[in-house]
């Protein structure tokens, strides 16, 4: 009896999302294709207009919100902070990709991991802490996406580690939009989006982190200026 009043109920559902449909479709031509129809795609690419500066700092409140905790300095004082955010952690052990700039952790104690193919889950979930660059960081989302470049690594070492400390240079990796962010990311590359650290909730909304990646993310906004070479080096 059951099993045939919910079977009765998927049929009834079905047969109102299709009622539906054909009311829908009811003045749509027979021979009507979806080709046939120019579609308006001019679609509002940021939410207000802001200079690169108010750009930047709704990143940093935005990151916040999602429970990041955000840091500034200029390229100088790049060395030092890392060392102090590793110390602090008390990371005896950090990861560090192969095209990470040799200078952002010239001043760190922790003994470095290089980001090698053969290395496994547990010898990375072992290690302490990571520092990375990024592709480009989304304001309006507070959202980080890494594309696996050379100062990023593989996508796994961003995900294992507890502790992820990431390295955006302000402003000429920070987009207003989504819609931006894409324009500047091959889809062919193992993209990575990152808002805040790893967290779920179960059904009371009880919120735990770490579930999936870091429980604790760092971002580093690092205020770059200079020459374009300077700018681009080390970054992606």
């Avoid at 996508?155 to 402003?171: A, E, G």
């Amino acid at each position: 009896m059951a099993a045939d009043s919910g079977r009765r109920a998927v049929s009834d559902g079905r047969d109102r999302v299709l009622a539906r449909v054909r009311r829908a479709l009811a003045d749509v031509p027979r021979g009507e294709r979806p080709g046939d129809v120019p579609v308006d795609r001019s679609y509002r690419r940021a939410h207000g207009e802001r200079t690169a500066e108010e750009t930047v700092a709704l990143l940093a409140a935005n990151l916040a919100e999602y429970r990041a905790v955000v840091h500034r300095t200029a390229q100088d004082g790049l060395p030092g902070l890392l060392r102090t955010l590793l110390a602090r952690r008390g990371a005896a052990s950090v990861l560090v990709p192969a095209g990470l700039p040799a200078h952002w952790t010239a001043a760190v104690d922790a003994r470095r991991v290089d980001d090698l193919a053969a290395s496994t889950a547990r010898e990375l979930e072992a290690v302490d802490s990571v520092v990375t660059g990024c592709a480009v960081a989304v304001a309006e989302t507070g959202t980080l996406v890494l594309d696996g470049g050379p100062a990023q690594g593989r996508r796994r070492i961003s995900l294992l580690p507890d502790h992820h400390v990431c390295v955006v240079r302000v402003p000429d990796q920070v987009v207003a939009s989504v819609p931006e962010a894409l324009e500047r990311l091959d889809p062919r590359r193992p993209l990575t989006w990152i808002s805040g650290p790893s967290a779920t909730s179960d059904i009371e909304l009880e919120r735990v982190e770490g579930v999936h990646g870091p429980r604790t993310l760092e971002v580093v906004l690092l205020e770059v200026s200079g020459t374009p070479d300077a700018a681009t080096h080390g970054g992606g």
